[in-house]
Each structure stands twice: as structure tokens, then as C-alpha cells.
């Protein structure tokens, strides 16, 4: 069976020029799906000391389980927990039969459910929202590389109450992250397994706990975009609202002491410049990365408060290469000189930045476009300004990536913690 | 304890003027490791009509497994095989403690080997070789993604018999090569199992059986230049010489039916340039992709003579991402229209571009700068002239992806059949 878009989607764009089309990226068209929601600046929350007793001070707070079943009874949160392993568990039609299903609508079949109705009444209006006005009007929307579909599967009440997505390289880490936050949220029971969503294909894994999405984007920027493009595809099709969206990765360090977590300030790239390139139909297109101030500081704040580990906040350089690409001098091929490397990488301390990765200008640019609060925060495996391999123990780099899973772990209690308040989540 | 390179390493570039680096790129420096290999345009062959008794005609092969032994036996192949689960599980520590060991330089331990002399006997010279000097010089060499370590793993014995690479997006994909290989060499037997050579990480997988070894790239150039970078370090560190290197992929046809197969003439990028561009230090580089055009007519012959699938020798495109990167309208970003997107594949399939996918130009660039011969082997899963989405039946899909290995299991066969001749492998 031919791969097809239906004519009302090849319709829908025409006519348009392409400026029309380039300054989309941005924001959405105009009158299409739900408002954009407002930039951080614009929104507004009480003082800390203004919020509803539910908040207590992070350094007591009531045990997990009470702060999340006083959030759901409070029906603040604006939606109604469905356990993970039932609801990632539950597609309408195998996904072998994607290609041959007429399913209605998206937009009609999430406007009859329930739990739509009550997200309604209740959201913050902050609803994912993609700036391609092509997927509202799609008869159906298949995620191949999550092996999802509008079609086969109930995306509302799969990811409906889905609040923070964290996302990682490795798939073994984000099952890992899961597990803990199961745990930390004190939704995990004897035998708990948390399957995975995605396990009928092998790009990408997916997992859920709660109002936790734990998802793997593989190693760079375009890994990275291909997951990013379906995810929110996938959380515009659960009408999810008030998303956070966190990278707990690893990184090289720039003058820091191994295992030091850096939250980023600004994601730039080789350049130092805090941008995000892409070629589109042959040319050149520079976007602006955009990542949320107010929770990388909320982020800072949560490393304060378990006193672990160092924790800075800095701007992370994303490259798209391990080796040669950030100027490492022990890969296959090599084409500068210890010296030139060292003085790239103190230009690169000058400006701010203090860890390299590979994905998170990708982050930080799609994410910003699509009304995602989103942050990047990475442990540092190595300093790369005294050597270039990793190749401290086993046992040492495990515990080191165990770090950012802690901070943010901590980080989404706290949330959960204001959810009486839910402007603030 | 911190990651370091050893001070001769970092001496070693000392000194040097960053335009002879960025030369060295396309050539080892002089008097470093063992010579490059030769163009294929300089390489010599004799013509079919001289190939020894061994090489029968490909439509009326010997037994896969008499033609394996009967190389073997020959030692015209200029190696000894070692069954690939032996092999592939005998590390000599645990790489748990790669970081501690103080291993004598590879160099050294390899020149002890007798599967090395045998090798320096009968090798055709075309040995692996970095462009990085450093890599010669280096005490240990961890790499790092594979979970493999020069001072925790014995890699000449390993994988110094290694003549074919195929490598693929999908962990999948690449087991179920493997073991297609064991049944088409003749080299499986009941309960026989092919261990994942990097357990250790969930990065990539790589397996091997006979001169057969199969690697995963995950998605994307930069996953695939950090998986390449290792790689040609662990065919070097094991001293393996006539390697082919062969990507076994999925991509998106211009003009041609689902499931044809596109042999790779030219891997060009996004604006159709058969260049490879990255940042290096902060600075734009580009760099020729060259494929090798004998292989590749090597392997439309092998579709001609399977006559199973259309067999297409085509360029193929390189992009970024998967969506606006090739001109996709169901992104959850879209900055142009349907019209924009059509005339760009319209223009891209008058420049000789038959298929999309995210990895050919930098495999090719690489592998062509460290002398390895390399192939592009992908199958179309859709026309992109008449739509987006992949939403074949998954059955269909299935299928579709099981031709670029039986073309290439083909190609090897035959490669093997040639061996009486070691200057054919």
C-alpha cells in the first residue's frame, strides 16, 4: 500500500508563501488549533509565599504519595491518572494493520473522550501545539519511529496526563529513570513492570509512570529531531497541556570537576552562538534555541537542595560529532594540533560554556516553537581540558549519570508538590 | 580518576601548522603506520576470464561452506578463522577496569601475534589505517561507545579476520543479518548463538560471524561518524587489511517503486553536492564523499543476478532529519508549502537522486579517507512523489528491508567464491 497525505492536508498550505511558511516556525498560524501559549515572561505566578498549603517547603514535604493523591483529588491537575502499564498497554488495532485503517479524525475522536472534557475544564491553556498547521487536518498520523498511531492507538488516554517528558541517549537510562521515579512518586508495588510503549520498533524507547514520560533519543541532533517531530506530534494528538520538558543526559566538561551536573543556560553551538542550523529544501535556516530561564533557576535551586553533587549553570555547547567535533584528538581521523585544541577549548570556557553534548540545540529550538517549557541538564563525564578519553572505572561513570536522574527527579516532586497551585505546574 | 592522554600523544601534533592537519584528513602523514592504500582506480585486477578454478560462475556457486573452507585452507585469505562466539566473548579483563589497566601499547602486543605475522604474510596491504596519527602512538585506546578497550580486549583475535562490514540503523536488523550470514555461509548449527560483542553498552550492537561483522549506527550522521570513528579504530588496533565496509539501510525513493533497491553512485547533500560538511574547532570543513564505483557495479550485478527486487544505481541524498530535512509536510514543524516541497524533489530527482536517508555521505567520506572500501545499499520503504507518511503494512515494511541483505549476503558469497585470489577479497 502507497504512503499518502490526504488531499485536504497537500491543500492546506498552498497558496501560502514561503515566508509565510519560514516565520511558522516560530509561532503558529494564526485561528489553527489552541492559542500559542504565552512566553515565560509573560506568565505570571504568585510568591513562593502566596502558595496553598498542599506547597510545603521542599526540605519537608509530605511523603510522595500524599502530595500526588491530594493533587489528583484536588482535580488541580487538570487531568485523571491512568495507570501507565494499562494505558501503554492498551491499542485500539495492532499496529501491523496501520496502513489499512480510515480512522475518524483525531481532533473528533479526542473531543468525544472524557478525559478531554476534564482536561478542558481545567488546563492552564498551555496546549502542545505544533507550528505545522498540516497535522491539525491529518486523517491519520502515523509515529513510525515510535511504531504509534492515531489509528491503532488511544493516544488521550495512553499520554493524556502527561506532565514531564524526560528525555536521554541511552534507552537502558530512561527504563532506569522510570524505575526510580516509580519509587520517588511512590507509585511502584512489588512485581511493578513498566513496559515499553514503543516495543514494536527498536529506534527509540518509550516509558511511562504517572504523569512521567521517559523517552530515549539515541546519540545527536538528527536522532534527536526525528523523536522530538513525533513527540510532539504525540502530545498535541493526547491534548497534553502544561508539558515540561527535561534532557538528562552526559557531557564533557569544560574545567570542571568530573560528575559536576551543569544546567544549561543557553544551548550554542561550535560557534558559541546560541543557535540551531538546519538545512530545508536545500537551504540554509537558522533558528534561535530557546530555553526556559525561570526553570533552569527552579532546576539550580533543586541541586541546592540536595547538596549531592557540584551543580552550575552554564551554557552547554551541542555539537555533531564526538570526536573531531569537539576537538577531541584520539579519534580515527584528526585534523589540528593539541594546540589548536586547547585554544578552541578555553575560547569556549571565555564564553560561558562549561559542557559539551550533541543534542541540545535541537531541544531547545523545536521545543521552544511547540509551547514546551524545556531545560537541558547534563552530567560531566570527564574535564576535556586534561584529556580526551572516558575511561574512569565502570562504577564511577554509572553513579555520575545517576545525578541529573536525582536532580530532576527531585525537581518534579517539588512540582507536584505546588500542583494545588496549577499555575504552577 | 581522570580521563588523560598520554603526553607523547599530545606532543606527537605539537608543532605542526593546522593547513598540514586538515591535509592529513584524505592521507596519513608520511612515514606513519603502514602505507595508504591505493586508489581503486590505481588497483589492478585480472579480468573474470583469469579468476583461478575456485571462482565458478555466480549463478553455480560451489557449497557456501566449501567455498569458505576451501579459502580458509588455502590461507590465501591471510587469516585463520575463529569461531565469532569464541572470539567475540574472550576479553582478557573485564572492561569494568579498563581505566586502571597500564597496558603495553597495542602495537607491541599485536606485533606478537601469530595471527599477525601470518596476516603481514599474505595481507594484500590494504590495511585499515586512521588519518590520525595519534591513534599509532596511543598506550590504551578505549573506545568508548562500543565498550571495548585496547588493554581489556584482545581485538586482533577477535576481529582480525574481519573482510566484510555491514552496518545499519536498526540493532534489529543487524542481528538478523548475522544471522542470515551463519545460514548463508554455511557457518550456523543448532542452538548457535551470536552474543552482542558491546553487552556492555546499549549504544550500539555489533555481532560476527565468519569474516562477517554487522554494527547498528542508530540514526543520523553525527551517531554514525561516532560509531565509524571506533570502528576503523577497532579494524586498526586489530590489524585487519581489505576491508569493505556496506550500509544495509532503509531510505525514501524519489521516482521509483516501494521496495526497489538503490545502489549508492554518489552520496550528495541537502543542496545535491557530493560533499561531507562538518564543524571543526569551530569552523565549517568539507570534505569529498567518495564511493567506491567498482563495488558499487559489483553490487548492481549481484541484484541482476538475485533478479528478486528492482536494483537501482542511483545518488543518494544525506540530510539531518527526517521531516523538514526532506521536505516532509507532517513534521510537527513545517516552514514551507506542498508546492515548495514538490519542485525540491522534482529538482532533486533531475540531479540523478533516487533515494533520501541520514547517513551515506559521512560513511562515505570516512571510510574513502581511511581506505576502506565502502557501499550505500538501501531499500525504499515509499515513493516520496506521492507522499509522506510510512504506513505500508508493517508485514510489507518487514519484507521490503530483508532485500539490501540478501543482495549483499549475495555480493559476499561471491566475494568469498573469488578468494583463491586474495587480491579479489
Same mark, same amino acid.
Given at each position: 500500500m502507497e504512503a499518502r497525505i490526504t488531499g485536504r492536508i497537500l491543500q492546506s498550505? &498552498?497558496?501560502?508563501k514561503k515566508e509565510d511558511f519560514l516565520s511558522t516556525w516560530q509561532q503558529p498560524p494564526?485561528?489553527? #488549533? /489552541?492559542p500559542p501559549p504565552p512566553s515565560p515572561a509573560a506568565e505570571e505566578r504568585p510568591p513562593?509565599?502566596?502558595?496553598? /498549603?498542599?506547597?510545603? /517547603?521542599s526540605k519537608q514535604p509530605l511523603p510522595p504519595r500524599v502530595l500526588w493523591e491530594l493533587a489528583l483529588s484536588s482535580g488541580l491537575l487538570g487531568f485523571s491518572f491512568t495507570p501507565a502499564p494499562h494505558a501503554a498497554c492498551s491499542?485500539? &488495532?495492532?499496529?501491523?494493520v496501520a496502513g489499512r485503517i480510515q480512522a475518524p479524525a483525531p481532533a473528533e475522536r479526542m473531543a468525544s473522550s472524557g478525559l478531554q472534557t476534564k482536561k478542558r475544564d481545567n488546563?492552564? #491553556?498551555?496546549f502542545v501545539q505544533?507550528?505545522?498547521?498540516?497535522v491539525a487536518t491529518m486523517q491519520e498520523d502515523v509515529l513510525y519511529h515510535f511504531h504509534l498511531s492515531t489509528s491503532t492507538h488511544d493516544l488521550p488516554a495512553m499520554?493524556?496526563?502527561? =506532565?514531564f517528558v524526560c528525555v536521554g541517549g541511552s534507552p537502558t537510562r530512561m527504563e532506569a529513570f522510570t524505575k526510580y521515579m516509580a519509587k520517588e512518586l511512590g507509585l511502584d508495588h512489588p512485581g511493578a513492570e513498566y513496559p515499553n510503549?514503543?516495543? #514494536?520498533?527498536? &529506534?527509540y524507547v518509550m516509558f511511562k509512570v504517572g504523569p512521567v514520560l521517559s523517552v530515549s533519543h539515541g546519540i545527536g541532533i538528527p536522532s534527536t529531531s526525528v523523536m522530538l517531530h513525533e513527540l510532539i506530534k504525540l502530545l498535541y494528538h493526547a491534548r497534553c497541556s502544561d508539558v515540561t520538558v527535561i534532557r538528562i543526559g552526559t557531557s564533557g566538561g569544560i574545567g570542571l570537576e568530573p560528575g559536576s551536573v551543569v544546567v544549561t543556560r543557553q544551548a550554542v553551538d561550535?560557534?558559541? =552562538?546560541?543557535v540551531f542550523e538546519q538545512m530545508v529544501l536545500g537551504k540554509r535556516v537558522v533558528h534561535r534555541t530557546h530555553l526556559d530561564e525561570r526553570l533552569a533557576q527552579e532546576l539550580m535551586q533543586c541541586g541546592a537542595d540536595l547538596r549531592e553533587f557540584p551543580t552550575v549553570l552554564g551554557n552547554t555547547m551541542c555539537t555533531s560529532d564526538f570526536y573531531e567535533g569537539q576537538g577531541?584528538?584520539? #579519534?580515527?581521523?584528526c585534523s589540528y594540533s593539541e594546540k589548536d585544541k586547547q585554544e578552541y577549548l578555553e575560547a569556549a570556557h571565555a564564553a560561558g560554556i562549561r559542557n559539551i553534548e550533541m543534542e541540545s540545540s535541537v531541544l531547545a529550538a523545536m521545543c521552544g516553537a511547540c509551547g514546551l517549557q524545556v531545560a537541558v541538564v547534563c552530567v560531566t563525564l570527564l574535564n576535556r581540558l586534561e584529556g580526551d578519553?572516558?575511561?574512569? /572505572?565502570h562504577e564511577v561513570l554509572v553513579e555520575y549519570q545517576e545525578r541529573p536522574q536525582r536532580l530532576v527527579g527531585h525537581f518534579i516532586k517539588k512540582r507536584l508538590a505546588a500542583a494545588g497551585n496549577p499555575r504552577d505546574l
Open positions: 498550505p &498552498r497558496g501560502r494564526a485561528n489553527e #488549533g /489552541p513562593a509565599s502566596h502558595f496553598p /498549603p498542599v506547597n510545603v /517547603p491499542p485500539v &488495532r495492532s499496529p501491523a488546563h492552564n #491553556g498551555h505544533p507550528t505545522n498547521p498540516n499520554f493524556g496526563d502527561v =506532565k510503549i514503543c516495543v #514494536g520498533t527498536d &529506534r561550535a560557534s558559541f =552562538k546560541p577531541r584528538l584520539d #579519534g580515527a581521523l578519553q572516558v575511561n574512569s /572505572p
